[in-house]
Nanobody, 128 residues
């Protein structure tokens, strides 16, 4: 059984930092492209960042470029998202996702219909 478990969310003030983790089990992690998505109350799910199965390439959404950094440790089956210079508009539930068939790209962040597995999310709240 596949599990994706996010952690590291919390409440911080604007300008602060958080590091999210997504620990996986039940899948061959290094075969999957991985990504972070977020959903704020009343809004659609938004692609944040993704990383190729090898970790050689990444793609960030426009709203987080230069502030967020995605990485992965295939030896630990874990995905990370370092979030710096946080803004109130970053407030959302953050989900990690795994995709066996499609690799990380800008279009993948926009059309995530091929994603195989989702975590249950971790809440990030940024106060002004």
């Amino acid at each position: 059984q596949v599990h994706l478990v996010e952690s590291g969310g919390g409440s911080v003030q604007a300008g602060g930092s958080l590091r999210l983790s997504c620990t996986t089990s039940g899948l061959t992690f290094e075969h999957y492209a991985m990504g972070w998505f977020r959903q704020a109350p009343g809004k659609e799910r938004e692609g944040v960042s993704c990383i190729s199965w090898s970790g050689d390439s990444t793609y960030d959404g426009d709203s987080v470029k230069g502030r967020f950094t995605i990485s992965r440790d295939n030896a630990k089956n874990t995905l990370y998202l370092q979030m710096d210079r946080l803004k109130p508009e970053d407030t959302a539930m953050y989900y990690c996702a795994a995709d066996l068939d499609e690799d990380c790209s800008g279009s993948w962040l926009e059309d995530y219909s091929s994603i195989d597995y989702w975590g249950k999310g971790t809440l990030v709240t940024i106060s002004s």
